[in-house]
C-alpha cells in the first residue's frame, strides 16, 4: 500500500483480555518497530524486526507483550491478560533497512483502551 | 545511549508569531535528527530531518532546524505561525543509522497557536 497501515484504529478491551494490534508495512521495507506512546509522554521503543534476523525484543515491558512478524510483510503485536497500564496508542513504523537516507514511516496507531 | 530533551511540555504562541521549539540530545556517535510532528488522532509525520552535510535543514510547512553540535542542540524554529501548525512535535535521535534502538524520542512540546 501508500503508507504503513495499522488495525484496528480503536480498540476498548476488558482488562484481562488478550489483544492483538496488526501492522501492515510499506511494501518492500525491510524493516519494523513498534513503539508504545502513553498520553502525554513521548514515545516508547518496543520491538524491532529487520529482515529475517532475529527480533530485538529489548523494549518489550513484560512477558505478556510480544509480536511476530512473517518475512518482510504483516506484523503483529499481541498483549496478553490486558492491564489498564496497557492503555496508549501503539504506533508501527517502517523502514527501507539502514543508511544515510534511512526514515522511519509512521502509521497512524491503534488506541487501545483497557476497562 | 543516547536521549533526547524537549524543553517545555507546552508551548504557547500568537498567530504570525515566531516559533521556537527546543530540542537538546546526547549521543555517542554523530545523530541522525528528526523532527516529528503529530496532529489529533493521528500518527507521526515526518517534518525535517539532519543526517549529513548543510547543518541547517529545511523540512515541510514552512519550518526549519538547525543542527549544533557544540550545543547539542536541534532547535525547530518556524518565522510565522499560522493556527494549523497546532499540533504535538516530537524531536528524536538515530545513532545507529536506524538500526536496532531505532529513533530515541522526546516527550513532545504541544504547539498552542493564539488567535
Known amino acids: ?89 501503539y504506533l508501527c513504523a517502517s523502514s527501507l533497512g539502514v543508511g544515510v537516507e534511512w526514515e522511519a514511516f509512521f502509521g497512524q496507531g491503534t488506541r487501545l483502551t483497557v476497562v | 545511549a543516547q536521549s533526547v530533551t524537549q524543553l517545555g511540555s507546552h508551548v504557547s504562541v500568537s498567530e504570525g508569531a515566531l516559533v521556537l521549539l527546543r530540542c537538546n540530545y546526547s549521543s555517542s556517535v554523530p545523530p541522525y535528527l528528526f523532527w516529528y510532528v503529530q496532529y489529533p488522532n493521528q500518527g507521526l509525520q515526518l517534518l525535517l530531518k539532519y543526517t549529513t552535510g548543510a547543518t541547517l535543514v529545511k523540512g515541510i510547512n514552512g519550518f526549519e532546524a538547525e543542527f549544533k553540535k557544540s550545543e547539542t542542540s536541534f532547535h525547530l524554529t518556524k518565522p510565522s505561525a499560522h493556527m494549523s501548525d497546532a499540533a504535538e512535535y516530537f524531536c528524536a535521535v538515530s545513532d545507529q543509522r536506524g538500526g536496532a534502538d531505532g529513533l530515541t524520542f522526546g516527550k513532545g512540546t504541544h504547539l498552542i497557536i493564539q488567535p
Open chain 1, 1 to 89: 500500500g501508500a503508507g504503513v497501515s495499522q488495525s484496528p484504529s480503536n480498540k476498548v478491551t476488558e482488562k484481562g483480555k488478550d489483544v492483538e494490534l496488526r501492522c501492515d508495512p510499506i511494501s518492500g521495507h525491510t524493516a519494523l518497530y513498534w513503539y508504545r506512546q502513553r498520553l502525554g509522554q513521548g514515545l516508547e521503543f518496543l520491538i524491532y524486526f529487520q529482515g529475517n534476523s532475529a527480533p530485538d525484543k529489548s523494549g518489550l515491558p513484560s512477558d505478556r507483550f510480544s509480536a511476530e512478524r512473517t518475512g518482510e510483510s504483516v506484523s503483529t503485536l499481541t498483549i496478553q491478560r490486558t492491564q489498564q497500564e496497557d492503555s496508549a496508542v
